[in-house]
């Protein structure tokens, strides 16, 4: 396993015109660990090596455009993804590696 530390990024949003959206909040998970909280960007500092990145958000009382990745950080790097709602709130979101 890799020493040292890095850091992933997730730029979480959707259309505006999926405006009921605003009223959820998207919830990043790294290696199991969930954070919570409004659309925009999220930066988390993780140990080097390999993590799993999950992100959804809570409609009507489930996980919906669930997307995931499996992101290998190298020590002193940034991952950075882009996640975006579906158009239809039950379908998979997309997320896709910036950086």
Not at 2 to 13: K, L
Not at 37 to 56: D, K, Y
Request: glycine content about 12%.
């Amino acid at each position: 396993m890799a020493t040292g530390e890095g850091s992933i990024v997730v730029d979480a949003g959707h259309s505006p015109l999926s405006f009921i959206l605003y009223l959820t909040k998207v919830t990043v998970v790294i290696d199991g660990q969930p954070e919570v909280g409004p659309w925009g960007v999220r930066s988390r500092a993780v140990a080097a090596g390999s993590h799993t990145l999950n992100v959804s958000f809570r409609y009507l009382g489930r996980d919906c455009g669930k997307a995931e990745q499996v992101v290998d950080v190298a020590p002193g790097t940034t991952a950075t993804f882009r996640y975006r709602a579906p158009w239809v709130v039950f379908s998979p979101g997309k997320m896709t590696r910036t950086s």
